[in-house]
């Protein structure tokens, strides 16, 4: 669809649409440039606080992922109007707020629609360095990968939906989606890592493709190392996956080589749509002890995931190394 829009001439936008990065970079001088991101979506959980939170830290991920800071933020919501009682919309605007204030993002406004269903998300604007972007087309051969949350949320959510698991269950997965990740972009950028994505909804495998794809190379993925929540493969089993998962399977397979013994349910753990992911980070090996330390020291995951090789955007996930 992209390919019917005029192309961009500015010299000061950095980082436009040809790279399918997370947000989008313009120039304003040779020390700073603005990014910024907009997503929204329908609940994936019953609180509408929480799902508030969860939409707002989505949101906010995508400025994170491109080493900026977030600054301020535009609600987008749609609400079924008279079906649903005024302070259930209330409860998600706060929700959203709650995660901004952690942020020190300021809602300077927003827009709003009636819709039968309700959706809610955020515009988002950010500042950056423009020498210290975090682009999703950057790693280099050689580079070792790192993942900073665990993969399952779009499971979860679906088994939340047909009451396969309750709340205490999902209570993982819930905290993982309302954790900001500004912690570990920090860590990213400390590091001075080479490229950086979140884990959205194309999920694991979609997203790694557009950086291989991106940068020119190819990665390996280590099966065994890859996080989950806790019960994310007995749920694929259990047939708890998501329409927009099963999709994303069907595509993954025509870039994806996968060893025999990597079992079935993972290999659709790694095409679950994800919602508010964690960072997907490629490092030279030399500095993957600094990232390490780096996301350890600020509480956060570090799990080393797989590597980049030679190649032309496939993805080759590997039973054991």
């Given at each position: 669809m992209l390919r019917d829009l005029p192309p961009i001439t500015d010299p000061n936008v950095l980082v436009g649409t040809s790279t399918f990065d997370d947000a989008g970079v313009y120039r304003i001088s040779d020390e700073l440039a603005l990014v910024q991101t907009v997503d929204f979506f329908t609940p994936i959980v019953d609180d509408?606080?929480?799902?508030?939170?969860?939409?707002?830290?989505?949101?906010?991920?995508?400025?994170?992922?491109?080493?900026?800071?977030?600054?301020?933020?535009?609600?987008i919501a749609a609400f079924?109007?008279?079906?649903?009682?005024?302070?259930?919309?209330?409860a998600i605007l706060r929700g959203g707020a709650d995660a901004c204030v952690e942020a020190g993002v300021s809602i300077v406004g927003g827009h709003t629609v009636k819709d039968d269903e309700p959706k809610f998300g955020m515009a988002v604007t950010g500042l950056i360095d423009p020498r210290h972007?975090?682009?999703n087309d950057a790693a280099q051969p050689g580079d070792l990968l790192f993942l900073t949350k665990p993969l399952g949320t779009g499971i979860y959510s679906t088994a939340l939906k047909h009451d396969a698991i309750d709340d205490d269950a999902m209570a993982e997965a819930v905290r993982s989606m309302?954790?900001?990740?500004?912690?570990?972009?920090?860590?990213?950028?400390?590091?001075?890592?080479?490229?950086?994505?979140?884990?959205?909804?194309?999920?694991?495998?979609?997203?790694?493709h557009e950086m291989a794809a991106g940068s020119g190379v190819s990665l390996e993925i280590d099966a065994a190392t890859l996080p989950l929540f806790s019960r994310t493969l007995e749920l694929i089993e259990a047939g708890e996956v998501p329409g927009g998962t099963k999709d994303n399977a069907e595509q993954?397979?025509?870039?994806?080589?996968?060893?025999?013994?990597?079992?079935?349910?993972?290999?659709?753990?790694?095409?679950?749509?994800?919602?508010?992911?964690?960072?997907?980070?490629?490092?030279?090996?030399k500095r993957a002890a600094l990232l390490t330390a780096?996301?350890?020291?600020?509480?956060?995951?570090?799990?080393a995931v797989g590597r980049v090789v030679e190649g032309h955007g496939e993805i080759a996930v590997l039973a054991q190394r």
């Amino acid at each position: 669809m992209l390919r019917d829009l005029p192309p961009i001439t500015d010299p000061n936008v950095l980082v436009g649409t040809s790279t399918f990065d997370d947000a989008g970079v313009y120039r304003i001088s040779d020390e700073l440039a603005l990014v910024q991101t907009v997503d929204f979506f329908t609940p994936i959980v019953d609180d509408p606080f929480t799902f508030g939170r969860i939409a707002a830290a989505n949101a906010l991920s995508d400025i994170y992922a491109m080493g900026g800071r977030p600054i301020t933020a535009l609600n987008i919501a749609a609400f079924p109007m008279g079906t649903l009682p005024d302070d259930v919309f209330a409860a998600i605007l706060r929700g959203g707020a709650d995660a901004c204030v952690e942020a020190g993002v300021s809602i300077v406004g927003g827009h709003t629609v009636k819709d039968d269903e309700p959706k809610f998300g955020m515009a988002v604007t950010g500042l950056i360095d423009p020498r210290h972007i975090l682009r999703n087309d950057a790693a280099q051969p050689g580079d070792l990968l790192f993942l900073t949350k665990p993969l399952g949320t779009g499971i979860y959510s679906t088994a939340l939906k047909h009451d396969a698991i309750d709340d205490d269950a999902m209570a993982e997965a819930v905290r993982s989606m309302s954790a900001l990740n500004a912690r570990a972009a920090q860590a990213a950028l400390e590091a001075a890592a080479h490229a950086c994505t979140d884990i959205t909804g194309f999920g694991f495998l979609g997203h790694t493709h557009e950086m291989a794809a991106g940068s020119g190379v190819s990665l390996e993925i280590d099966a065994a190392t890859l996080p989950l929540f806790s019960r994310t493969l007995e749920l694929i089993e259990a047939g708890e996956v998501p329409g927009g998962t099963k999709d994303n399977a069907e595509q993954h397979l025509s870039f994806t080589r996968f060893d025999d013994a990597v079992h079935p349910a993972l290999r659709l753990a790694l095409s679950d749509a994800q919602t508010s992911g964690g960072l997907l980070i490629a490092i030279p090996r030399k500095r993957a002890a600094l990232l390490t330390a780096a996301l350890e020291r600020r509480g956060q995951l570090a799990r080393a995931v797989g590597r980049v090789v030679e190649g032309h955007g496939e993805i080759a996930v590997l039973a054991q190394r």
